[in-house]
């Protein structure tokens, strides 16, 4: 695979201060919306927002935890800074490039501008085990936790109530083995009947160090709530807004295929005093789940970075990327609008999953799964017709791969017909 060129840095000069973006398609198009220049950086050469219309520099990194890439980053810094005549944004949209900004910040700090948490609160946001220490600290509405050595209330064999397992870090675990044991294709943690039959499971057992245990709270996907927003250095919230999940892939446990904007008054209530409490700095998500059964909103993680909620929230007029530029470079402080309830985002491919997935439970039919996509304004987590070059470049790349496959196996089997017939 080709690695993209290096960007014509100079091309940016007499415009707007551009943003280097540690991020995709759907970050790449915030930026594009506000008509911000985005120099997008990734460790993935085949990475689909390098061929967005707004993606005005394209920059192979080496990867996050590579001791090079943050030089890699320094350098491209330097470059941008000497264009612009002053630090840029920097920005990320993942849990493995935040880590790597919180880790290098007073040296990044040089030439990019970035309003990230204090240490300990940043890292608690990383490792769920320290969160839960966190949240129990600050007293934030958490699942109660349990632990496999525990004592008391804490203790994992006591454990009568369901079970949800996940892993204890938001980092390098994707592809891992514990990944591929545990969770399969898309999942993110494991519903367990109680503590026994958690501790029962070989692949549990194995991985115990690695696990976090918590009570799991029942609802389906529209019991998941977020609250999204950017903070200032005191916590103060500038602009948010709410969001509800409609389904995941797989189910309950799963990555966001269908979602929408919400509106509720006392979960934005309740974010923007969790915001204050830690404080939280800069952007965020904080995911709930409401209790069905006495409605009580319980914190399940905070991630604190931008996501794929913030082209939904941009497409409904409150675009946060751009709320979180105002502020970095200028301290301004928006009065930001209300987000609008106009558009949902869709992931087709994963919300067909989804579908199959309830199906099977008997949770969901093909017509009304139909009904829900056609009945609604979507925009796509690739698609995009004002921008159809993300879309374009993934499925050139993955038709390229697939034949690229069939092609070996065949040149495979002719190979070994030719020795047996010989």
Same mark, same amino acid.
Request: some cysteine; hydrophobic content about 45%.
């Given at each position: 695979?080709?690695?993209?060129?290096?960007?014509?840095?100079?091309?940016?000069?007499?415009?707007?201060?551009?943003?280097?973006?540690?991020?995709?398609?759907?970050?790449?198009r915030?930026?594009?919306?506000?008509?911000?220049?985005?120099?997008?950086?990734?460790?993935?050469?085949?990475?689909?927002?390098?061929?967005?219309?707004y993606?005005?520099g394209?920059?192979?990194?080496?990867? &996050?935890?590579?001791?090079?890439?943050?030089?890699?980053?320094?350098?491209?810094?330097?470059?941008?800074?000497?264009i612009?005549g002053?630090?840029?944004?920097?920005?990320?949209?993942?849990?493995?490039?935040?880590?790597?900004?919180?880790?290098?910040?007073?040296?990044?700090?040089?030439?990019?501008?970035?309003?990230?948490?204090?240490p300990?609160?940043?890292?608690?946001?990383?490792?769920?085990?320290?969160?839960?220490a966190?949240?129990?600290?600050?007293?934030?509405?958490?699942?109660?936790?349990?632990?496999?050595?525990?004592?008391?209330?804490?203790?994992?064999?006591?454990?009568?109530?369901?079970?949800?397992?996940?892993?204890?870090?938001?980092?390098d675990?994707?592809?891992?083995?514990?990944?591929?044991?545990?969770?399969g294709a898309?999942?993110?943690?494991? !519903?367990?009947?109680?503590?026994?039959?958690?501790?029962?499971?070989?692949?549990?057992? /194995?991985?115990?160090?690695?696990?976090?245990?918590?009570?799991?709270i029942?609802?389906?996907?529209r019991?998941?709530?977020?609250? /999204?927003?950017f903070?200032?250095?005191?916590?103060k919230?500038?602009?948010?807004?709410?969001?509800?999940?409609?389904?995941?892939?797989?189910?309950?446990?799963?990555?966001?295929?269908? !979602?929408e904007?919400?509106?509720?008054?006392?979960?934005?209530?309740?974010?923007?005093? !969790?915001?204050a409490?830690?404080?939280?700095?800069?952007?965020?998500?904080?995911?709930?789940?409401?209790?069905?059964?006495d409605?009580?909103?319980?914190?399940?993680?905070i991630?604190?970075?931008?996501n794929?909620?913030h &082209?939904?929230?941009?497409?409904?007029?409150?675009?946060?990327?751009q709320?979180?530029?105002?502020?970095?470079?200028?301290?301004?402080?928006?009065?930001?609008?209300?987000?609008?309830?106009?558009?949902?985002?869709?992931s087709?491919?994963?919300?067909?999953?989804?579908?199959r997935?309830?199906?099977?439970?008997?949770?969901?039919?093909?017509?009304?799964?139909?009904?829900?996509?056609?009945?609604?304004?979507?925009?796509?987590?690739?698609?995009?017709?004002?921008?159809?070059?993300?879309?374009?470049?993934?499925?050139?790349?993955?038709?390229?791969?697939?034949?690229?496959?069939?092609?070996?196996?065949?040149?495979?089997?002719?190979?070994?017909?030719?020795s047996?017939?010989?």
């Amino acid at each position: 695979m080709a690695t993209p060129p290096a960007p014509s840095l100079h091309a940016l000069e007499g415009s707007r201060v551009p943003v280097l973006l540690l991020g995709g398609v759907n970050l790449v198009r915030c930026l594009g919306l506000a008509g911000i220049p985005a120099i997008v950086a990734s460790p993935d050469p085949t990475e689909p927002a390098f061929a967005s219309r707004y993606c005005r520099g394209s920059v192979v990194i080496p990867p &996050y935890d590579h001791p090079k890439a943050v030089n890699r980053l320094l350098a491209l810094g330097e470059k941008l800074r000497a264009i612009a005549g002053r630090r840029i944004p920097l920005m990320c949209g993942s849990d493995d490039a935040l880590k790597l900004l919180c880790a290098h910040r007073d040296r990044l700090q040089r030439h990019f501008v970035m309003l990230l948490n204090e240490p300990a609160v940043a890292t608690a946001l990383i490792d769920k085990e320290r969160f839960q220490a966190l949240a129990a600290k600050r007293g934030l509405p958490v699942p109660r936790e349990f632990r496999w050595d525990g004592k008391g209330a804490l203790r994992l064999a006591g454990a009568e109530v369901e079970v949800l397992v996940k892993p204890k870090t938001k980092v390098d675990w994707h592809d891992s083995h514990l990944h591929d044991r545990l969770f399969g294709a898309g999942g993110k943690a494991r !519903i367990f009947a109680n503590g026994q039959e958690a501790m029962a499971d070989p692949g549990v057992a /194995h991985f115990r160090e690695q696990l976090a245990f918590q009570e799991y709270i029942p609802g389906d996907d529209r019991s998941l709530w977020s609250y /999204h927003g950017f903070a200032d250095e005191h916590g103060k919230v500038l602009a948010a807004f709410v969001g509800r999940k409609i389904r995941t892939d797989p189910p309950l446990t799963g990555e966001s295929a269908f !979602i929408e904007i919400a509106e509720d008054a006392a979960l934005g209530a309740l974010g923007r005093e !969790i915001a204050a409490r830690l404080p939280l700095r800069g952007a965020f998500k904080m995911d709930f789940k409401q209790d069905p059964r006495d409605g009580r909103w319980l914190l399940l993680e905070i991630n604190a970075r931008f996501n794929l909620w913030h &082209y939904l929230g941009a497409r409904n007029g409150l675009n946060l990327v751009q709320v979180a530029y105002d502020y970095l470079l200028d301290r301004v402080r928006p009065r930001a609008p209300a987000a609008a309830t106009t558009y949902r985002w869709l992931s087709l491919e994963l919300d067909w999953r989804a579908c199959r997935a309830l199906r099977k439970s008997g949770e969901l039919t093909f017509g009304r799964w139909i009904a829900s996509i056609a009945l609604s304004r979507n925009v796509f987590d690739l698609f995009s017709w004002s921008d159809p070059g993300p879309w374009i470049r993934f499925w050139r790349l993955r038709v390229a791969r697939r034949v690229s496959r069939v092609s070996r196996r065949l040149f495979t089997r002719v190979r070994q017909w030719r020795s047996t017939a010989s």
